[in-house]
T-cell receptor, first 111, second 114 residues
């Protein structure tokens, strides 16, 4: 069945790079997403990658996809305190716009 | 401003007292859905709607009802809430349920059932 797994916590120093990892099980997933949730807010789409790509870069964000291992990662360069949030990995399941979410990784950025 | 709104944002209620959480979007989106977020479990889909008068169960529909009488509104109904429905609820919408379209999320409704 469909399942998405992430580690629950990550702590980094301000200015360092953060790498958040995710694994998924559905090999037919066409799109994979990264969402950001700030305290008290809804989810904001950060970026997404199509399954026939292995990398996508968008300013400080780099997404890497290893389709063979079903592994997705999000790298945030020069992490800032404003990046502190929960990051969700999600895969698009089935033929319609249903998302299967991981449990979320809480990123804490400290000085 | 394009947005998804939910009301109320916070609700404390007692077991068995019927309640409705409203969701409205102003983007003329066809697809709407409800998720619940629980610690360590991420978001799980409760119900979704591909268009007006078309709704279907998601992964965790037990204890919930929905309706889609108008395109902009997609209320979530708990006929007899129980403590295991204490959770953070999100409504989301996208232009269509098919094809690749960004989902926009509401700010969430934190529900506590005692």
């Amino acid at each position: 069945g469909e399942d998405v797994e992430q580690s629950l916590f990550l702590s980094v120093r301000e200015g360092d790079s953060s790498v958040i990892n995710c694994t998924y099980t559905d090999s037919s997933s066409t799109y994979l997403y990264w969402y950001k949730q700030e305290p008290g807010a809804g989810l904001q789409l950060l970026t997404y990658i199509f399954s026939n790509m292995d990398m996508k870069q968008d300013q400080r964000l780099t997404v890497l996809l290893n389709k063979k291992d079903k592994h997705l990662s999000l790298r945030i360069a020069d992490t800032q305190t404003g990046d502190s949030a929960i990051y969700f990995c999600a895969e698009r399941a089935g033929g319609y716009n249903k998302l299967i979410f991981g449990a979320g990784t809480r990123l804490a950025v400290h000085p | 401003e394009a947005q998804v709104t939910q009301n109320p944002r916070y609700l404390i209620t007692v077991t068995g007292k019927k309640l409705t959480v409203t969701c409205s979007q102003n983007m003329n989106h066809e697809y709407m859905s409800w998720y619940r977020q629980d610690p360590g479990l991420g978001l799980r889909q409760i119900y979704y709607s591909m268009n007006v008068e078309v709704t279907d169960k998601g992964d965790v529909p037990e204890g919930y009802k929905v309706s889609r009488k108008e395109k902009r509104n997609f209320p979530l109904i708990l006929e007899s809430p129980s403590p295991n429905q204490t959770s953070l609820y999100f409504c989301a919408s996208s232009l269509s349920g098919t094809g690749i379209y960004e989902q926009y999320f509401g700010p969430g409704t934190r529900l506590t059932v005692t």
